[in-house]
C-alpha cells in the first residue's frame, strides 16, 4: 500500500513503510518534481533517469520517523539524529531487496554528501537543495536549478559551496564526509 505525495493529482507515491509529514511530503514532491526536469538532459540512459526519479522519491522517506528507528536502522549511536534518516533509509530499502548502488548511496549520503557519488548521488543532492519550496535565496537557486541541465558539474560545486558556506555561517558541525565532498570537486 502507497500513499500519494505533494498534490493530490499526481502519480508520485511513497511506500508503506514511509514516515512523512505533510510538509515533507510536498517537498518530497518538488524534489522529484526537479529530477524529473533534469533526468532527460543530464542523465546517460533511461535506467539512470529512473534512479533519479526513485533517489527523488526515497531520499526523505523516513525523514520523520522516530529516533530510535533511525538509530537502529543506520547502526549509528552518536551521529546527530539529523543526518540518519538517509542511511536508515537505504539500509531499508536494501533489506527489501533494492541493489542499485548509486540509488542506495544517493540516499544514503543526501544529506552529508559523498567524494563517491556518480550522477545520481550529485542530482539528489542538488535538487535538495534547490527544490523551490525552500525560502532561503530563492533567486540565486531558482537560477542555479536552471542551469542544471546545461552545466552539471559546475553548479554541483556552486551547491556543495554554498552548502558549506551555510554551515560554517550557522555555526554548524562540517562533516568529514561534506569536506571531503568539497576537496574532491574544488
Known amino acids: 500500500m502507497t500513499a500519494p505525495i505533494g498534490d493530490p493529482s499526481t502519480t508520485l507515491a511513497l511506500p508503506e513503510w514511509a514516515q512523512v509529514s505533510d510538509k515533507r511530503r510536498a517537498h518530497i514532491a518538488r524534489v522529484t518534481a526537479l529530477l524529473d526536469a533534469w533526468a532527460p538532459h543530464v542523465a546517460r540512459d533511461a535506467a539512470e533517469a529512473a534512479a533519479m526519479r526513485d533517489a527523488g522519491l526515497l531520499h526523505d522517506a523516513l525523514r520523520d520517523a522516530p529516533d530510535a528507528l533511525l538509530r537502529e536502522l543506520s547502526d549509528d549511536a552518536t551521529s546527530p539524529v539529523e543526518v540518519l534518516h538517509g542511511p536508515a533509509a537505504a539500509t531499508l530499502l536494501a533489506r527489501r531487496g533494492e541493489t542499485r548502488t548509486d540509488l542506495l548511496e544517493a540516499i544514503r549520503w543526501h544529506t552529508l554528501g559523498s567524494a563517491e557519488w556518480g550522477r545520481v548521488g550529485r542530482a539528489l ?23 542544471v541541465p546545461t552545466d552539471f558539474d559546475a553548479v554541483f560545486r556552486q551547491v556543495v559551496r554554498m552548502r558549506l558556506e551555510w554551515s560554517l555561517r550557522e555555526g554548524k558541525e562540517l562533516f568529514p564526509q561534506a569536506v571531503t565532498l568539497w576537496n574532491a570537486v574544488r
Do not use: I, W
Open 125 to 147: 543532492y542538488m535538487a535538495d537543495f534547490l527544490e523551490p519550496g525552500r525560502k532561503f535565496a530563492a533567486a540565486d537557486r531558482a537560477f542555479l536549478a536552471a542551469h
